[in-house]
């Protein structure tokens, strides 16, 4: 069996599927299975529950197979999933992405994973006994960077494109040379077009080592040592005890601010938002009012928006494109509630999923979709440039009703199964 090598990135309209991690307990050592989302181990023979953490990125690796003696070299790849709009002549288009390519600078190389089982379990880099060979460092090149060199790839001109990534890892494929060429260590088999081991084994034997590994914290809260619960793919964990937030996928933990727009009843599930100021070079976007005038809401100018301060809103948690712009847009439009409560008991509440760096990408498509003129959207959205200020979370009040998650407060619905199905629609 050859293997063809893949000019184009892969890209997969629908493939929502995520990779299982293989993994052992760190207390007993137990064989726990995991999902690419999850951030959360627990043991069930132990009781162990930690947080899996990484200054950066996670990265994993496919296992190469059996019985293959010469070096194996592990190869890094990007793999982002997400969302993805496309903002051009008068409209923005959506479509839902899981993309690989190449993390290193070599036109040798693969440019993509090529077509992998799903099925096939990947393990994290480091702390391994079977991982033995040598994993080539990726590139420094950013995430920002290599989607920009992908969009120039992909992008028509005068588009711009915007992603939202749910997942942003590294992934490794093990590859060895048998025959004077390069070959797949998962298939045993070489590449072709044929890449000449002369051509490509002297990069890969100077290319620096690969020294991460994942970190595992104890879910204790800092602030009063109690247990942080937490549902397996939540990236943000809350203490019951002292009523705090914490965002542990550094090293260390780092509070995060939120409220609640609070509601009376039992009946009551709370979806968390992030609320985001955001600097936008070139305009002035502080107030309510601000917004108004940028924008051409149609709202009467009033005082109290003058003294009303802007925020940007998006989901904190996976949605498909559609519903995702939709919130952004409908709550980014509504003025900030002044009845927010800081002393929240976070129970009831959907986990965060979606972080807030993935989640400032919104800000452009929030205003350019709530830009009333849209002749020269793309032109206006490519010359804007958005940095984060400050941010916080804000879980607002849903009820279940037919089928339906109604805002208790705004009344706008969405499909309950929206949620359930998060990203996979
Ligand atoms: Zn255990
Ligand atoms: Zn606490």
């Not at 194996?72 to 709009?85: A, C, N």
């Not at 976070?346 to 986990?351: E, L, R, S, V």
Request: include cysteine.
């Amino acid at each position: 069996m050859k293997i063809y090598r893949n000019l184009f990135i892969v890209i997969s309209a629908v493939n929502g599927s995520n990779f299982q991690i293989e993994q052992q307990c760190p207390q007993c050592g137990a064989p726990i299975i995991l999902d690419e989302a999850d951030r959360i181990l627990s043991c069930k023979f132990c009781r162990t529950h930690v947080y899996l953490a990484t200054e950066d990125l996670f990265r994993f690796y496919i296992p190469p197979a059996q019985g293959i003696s010469e070096t194996i070299y592990f190869i890094p790849y990007w793999r982002i999933k997400g969302l993805s709009y496309t903002i051009g002549g008068m409209d923005i288009s959506n479509k839902y992405f899981d993309i690989n390519f190449l993390c290193l600078d070599s036109k040798l190389l693969p440019h993509s994973l090529g077509l992998r089982p799903q099925a096939m379990k990947l393990k994290f880099v480091g702390g391994n006994n079977d991982d033995t060979g040598k994993f080539i460092a990726s590139s420094s090149n950013t995430r920002e960077a290599l989607l920009n060199n992908f969009r120039t790839h992909t992008s028509e001109p005068r588009q711009q494109e915007i992603f939202i990534g749910e997942t942003v890892s590294v992934i490794y494929t093990p590859v060895y040379f048998a025959n004077g060429c390069l070959c797949d260590a998962v298939l045993k088999s070489p590449f072709y077009p044929k890449i000449e081991e002369a051509a490509i084994r002297p990069a890969l034997d100077s290319a620096p080592d690969e020294k991460w590994h994942v970190e595992f914290l104890p879910l204790l809260c800092p602030d009063c040592g109690a247990d942080l619960p937490g549902g397996k793919d939540a990236l943000t964990v809350f203490c019951g005890n002292c009523n705090s937030a914490w965002n542990p996928s550094t090293k260390n933990f780092t509070k995060v601010k939120y409220s609640a727009w609070q509601e009376q009843g039992d009946d009551i599930t709370y979806l968390p938002f992030w609320q985001m100021k955001v600097k936008v070079s070139g305009f002035q976007l502080e107030t309510y009012a601000d917004l108004i005038k940028l924008a051409n809401l149609p709202k009467a100018p009033s005082e109290e928006w003058t003294k009303t301060p802007f925020y940007f809103c998006a989901p904190a948690f996976k949605l498909n494109p559609v519903l995702f712009l939709r919130w952004c847009r409908q709550l980014t439009a509504t003025p900030s509630p002044k009845d927010l409560t800081d002393d929240f008991p976070a129970k009831k509440i959907h986990q965060v999923t979606l972080p807030v760096n993935e989640a400032l990408g919104s800000s452009i498509l929030t205003l350019s979709s709530l830009i009333a003129d849209k002749r020269h959207l793309a032109d206006v959205a490519a010359s804007l440039k958005f940095s984060l200020e400050d941010y916080s979370l804000v879980f607002h009040p849903f009820k279940i009703s037919a089928g339906e998650l109604v805002h208790t407060k705004l009344d706008f619905a969405m499909d309950s199964s929206a949620l359930t199905l998060g990203s996979y629609l």
